[in-house]
């Protein structure tokens, strides 16, 4: 970049310097610039994914899921947790494993499984109705309804509960780590 404003040649070098400098600094803030959207576009955002089995798009902004999803993961291992049948209830057991941590899959397993069990031996159905479910603000969440268990088509009785769900996400997985009935339940109602 060789100017020829002035008659003197230093005159020009030091135009030459002064068009460099500001080059330099018109530069430099439009790195920092472009640096500070690049975090805010990072920051804010969202992926969006479509799992099988969900009732619709699942977001994670700041690496933390929606509500919805967790939600959606409520009610299916709910579902896969208290409605079986004696025919069912391995495979379903099986499926819900799958969601546990791996530091608690072990002990968890032991617990389905004798579960399944005890209702392949006694030929128990149960069908649970949720009715609530609330999203606590240390990744549990509580999940309300009715439960319902036959031994072919006599009822064997009724009961209101509660079931405490508590979870981990890791770099976006849903991760089970307990699936427990809530103490202090209302008694057993016979039908």
Do not use: H
Request: net charge positive.
């Amino acid at each position: 970049m060789n100017m020829k404003k002035y008659i003197q040649s230093t005159s020009n070098v030091f135009a030459n310097n002064r068009l460099l400098k500001f080059a330099v600094v018109v530069i430099a803030v439009a790195g920092i610039f472009n640096s500070f959207m690049v975090y805010r576009a990072v920051s804010y955002q969202k992926v969006i994914l479509i799992p099988p089995k969900m009732t619709g798009t699942i977001e994670f902004v700041k690496g933390k899921p929606t509500d919805k999803y967790i939600w959606d993961m409520a009610r299916v291992i709910t579902s896969l947790a208290e409605t079986y049948s004696p025919a069912t209830a391995r495979a379903q057991f099986n499926e819900l494993l799958e969601y546990y941590s791996p530091d608690k899959y072990p002990k968890a397993s032991v617990g389905w499984y004798s579960l399944a069990s005890r209702i392949e031996e006694s030929q128990v159905c149960s069908i649970f109705y949720l009715e609530s479910i609330k999203l606590k603000k240390d990744t549990s969440v509580e999940i309300f309804g009715e439960q319902r268990q036959f031994v072919g088509d006599t009822s064997i009785f009724r009961q209101s509960k509660t079931f405490v769900m508590s979870y981990r996400i890791d770099k976006g997985r849903f991760y089970l780590l307990d699936f427990k009935e809530k103490e202090n339940q209302t008694e057993k109602e016979p039908v």
